[in-house]
């Protein structure tokens, strides 16, 4: 079956940098947008930032803008997401999902395909 899988994540001091990776299996997930999510314990799940197919559109949450940065390599069907400046509210779950369409979309109901997750704890 199609899956993703999420690598990167860890512990990381506040103002440190993480690179999330997100690994696709089948070649038709460079056709497809991709986004990140996350989720924290007691709260809902946020959208992070979201890639068109080709990487021409990317957009983010308000509360990550300036400091994290999604990209994609369809050569190697992997999407990545460059955190840097960490505060401790980044802390959650992360999980990469594809939408097998162009466009990505901030609603999580949207896509089709999620990976495991990858949890990234910062402290203070």
């Known amino acids: 079956q199609a899956h993703l899988v999420e690598s990167g994540g860890g512990l990381v001091q506040a103002g440190g940098s993480l690179r999330l990776s997100c690994a696709a299996s089948e070649r038709t997930f460079s056709t497809y947008a991709m986004a990140w999510f996350r989720q924290a314990p007691g709260k809902e799940r946020e959208f992070v930032a979201g890639?068109?197919?080709?990487?021409?559109?990317?957009g983010y949450t308000n509360s990550v803008s300036g400091r994290f940065t999604i990209s994609r390599d369809n050569a190697k069907i992997t999407v990545y997401l460059q955190m840097n400046s960490l505060k401790p509210e980044d802390t959650a779950v992360y999980s990469c999902?594809?939408?097998?369409?162009?466009?990505?979309?901030?609603?999580?109901?949207?896509?089709?395909?999620w990976g495991q997750g990858t949890q990234v704890t910062v402290s203070s």
């Open positions: 890639i068109t197919w080709d990487g021409g559109l990317r």
């Open positions: 999902a594809a939408a097998q369409g162009p466009n990505y979309y901030l609603d999580y109901r949207r896509y089709t395909i």
